[in-house]
């Protein structure tokens, strides 16, 4: 088992920024995925972006140029840097984290809310 631990959301104005972490309970080891997902009320859970072990990326087409996500393997902790925030980033925030096509664990979740 592991537990991912956010960090991170809160309220910010549009065109500001936050930084999301998420800290893995345990070492990870062989290939993997982490990464971000977020839901919006009323809305399905969609991909933000994923990060591989190795260090390639992905990013959902609304926030490429935005938000920049990386990945410290020593602290098993990933990162959301998100700039220029909308109002539709207004989300809760989900942290993913995909050890094979088995096993996958999920954050708690924090809130993210920009203001217009």
């Known amino acids: 088992q592991v537990q991912l631990v956010e960090s991170g959301g809160g309220l910010v104005q549009a065109g500001g920024s936050l930084r999301l972490s998420c800290a893995a309970s345990r070492s990870i080891f062989g290939d993997n995925a982490m990464g971000w997902y977020r839901q919006a009320p009323g809305k399905q859970r969609e991909l933000v972006a994923t990060?591989?072990?190795?260090?390639?990326?992905n990013y959902a087409d609304a926030v490429k140029g935005r938000f920049t996500i990386s990945r410290d393997n020593a602290k098993n902790t990933v990162y959301l840097q998100m700039n220029i925030l909308k109002p539709e980033d207004t989300a809760v925030y989900y942290c993913h984290l995909r050890l094979s096509i088995l096993y996958a664990y999920w954050g708690q979740g924090t809130q993210v809310t920009v203001s217009s």
């Open positions: 990060i591989r072990n190795g260090g390639s990326t």
